[in-house]
């Protein structure tokens, strides 16, 4: 049996303990050593404030993942990449493409694995749904990502300051699924974003996409949905129909349910790590995250009534 990587976790909040501590746990390939977080703590691995102090104190550690916010991502990462070790990014990788760049830069030269992860590409759906494209015309797609920003992002501020990327959180989830499954690239052609008047991020957004062989792509990302959640791609081609739903759990063709697996993106994601560390190879793609830029580049923007995390709140 090979040795296992010495892994160490920073930013330790919903998603760390939601997903990556349990797929971490369940991965034979990482031992969990420590974790940084400034305010929480892991049991039974050693605990520090900063991810600084944790590297200075542990260098037998190898690989990091990288759980905050995309705006304190990057001078973790080229800390880390500087220091040798591999780095997993939660999504979005970063704030801006321009540091991605960097950061990818900084694995080529210190010869270790970056991985900016999309866990919506490990959606069971996803890989199925990208071969039976393969070899058919895509003439649509229309995408609805509508959810309930209350329940799923509760308290979170930094979602809402520049560089959180407001409902595109969600909705680069379905911009990565877009991205792997299209035999061809899209691009974007026009934009409406909608901030409250008190955020400086977008409550929802209509993106539209064109592509070869006049294809057609319609974006609507909306956080003000309350009761049933939606998280549906629909594509039509030359030859039959695609519906991915549940967020890429179900796929259904013509109709038709092909696949429908429990969610396992995390532990999809680790096992990448692996194979990626083992081969000391990187998996970085941006394009996800280059098509909200483009949407705010090209987005025409409209103002719409505050958002409070308590509705009736004022102020
Ligand atoms: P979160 O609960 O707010 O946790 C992030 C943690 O990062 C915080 O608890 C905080 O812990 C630490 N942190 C470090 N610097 C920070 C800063 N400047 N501002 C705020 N927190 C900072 O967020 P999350 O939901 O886990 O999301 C983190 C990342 O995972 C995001 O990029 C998000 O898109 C992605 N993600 C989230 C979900 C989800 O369902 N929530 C799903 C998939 C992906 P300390 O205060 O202890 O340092």
Redesign the pocket.
């Known amino acids: 049996m090979t040795a296992r990587t010495a892994l160490a976790i920073?930013?330790?909040?919903?998603?760390?303990?939601?997903?990556h501590l349990p797929s971490i746990a369940r991965n034979p390939a990482f031992e969990l050593v420590a974790a940084?977080?400034?305010?929480?703590r892991v049991d039974g691995v050693e605990n520090f404030?900063t991810a600084a102090e944790m590297l200075d104190a542990m260098p037998a550690i190898e690989a990091v993942a990288l759980?905050?916010?995309?705006?304190?991502?990057h001078a973790v990462a080229a800390e880390a990449l500087r220091r040798g070790k591999h780095v997993l990014l939660?999504?979005?990788p970063g704030a801006t493409l321009s540091e991605i760049d960097h950061l990818a830069a900084l694995a080529e030269t210190s010869g270790v694995s970056l991985f900016a992860t999309w866990?919506s590409r490990f959606a069971p759906g996803v890989e199925p749904a990208r071969d039976w494209l393969a070899g058919r015309t895509v003439q649509s797609v229309r995408i609805d990502w509508m959810e309930d920003v209350r329940h799923?992002?509760p308290g979170?501020?930094?979602?809402w300051e520049p560089g959180g990327?407001g409902v595109f959180?969600p909705g680069?989830?379905a911009l990565s699924i877009l991205t792997r499954i299209l035999p061809e690239p899209v691009w974007l052609t026009a934009a409406e974003l909608s901030f409250p008047e008190n955020r400086a991020a977008p409550i929802a957004a209509r993106l539209s996409f064109q592509g070869p062989a006049e294809l057609a792509a319609e974006a609507v990302f909306d956080w003000r949905q309350t009761g049933p959640q939606t998280w549906d791609i629909v594509v039509e081609t030359d030859a039959g129909s695609l519906v991915l739903s549940a967020g890429g759990a179900r796929l259904a063709i013509d109709g038709a349910v092909v696949s429908e697996a429990p969610e396992a993106e995390y532990d999809g994601i680790y096992a990448r790590f692996a194979e990626l560390i083992a081969k000391r190879e990187s998996d970085v793609d941006v394009s996800p995250l280059r098509h909200v830029a483009d949407a705010f580049m090209l987005g025409r923007r409209t103002v719409v009534e505050p958002f409070h995390d308590q509705p009736g709140e004022a102020g």
Request: aromatic fraction near 6%; charge should be positive; proline fraction near 8%.
């Open positions: 920073v930013g330790v909040g919903k998603i760390a303990r939601d997903q940084a977080s400034r305010h929480a404030a759980c905050m916010p995309p705006q304190a991502r939660e999504k979005p866990h799923w992002h979170q501020d930094w979602i990327l959180d680069i989830n």
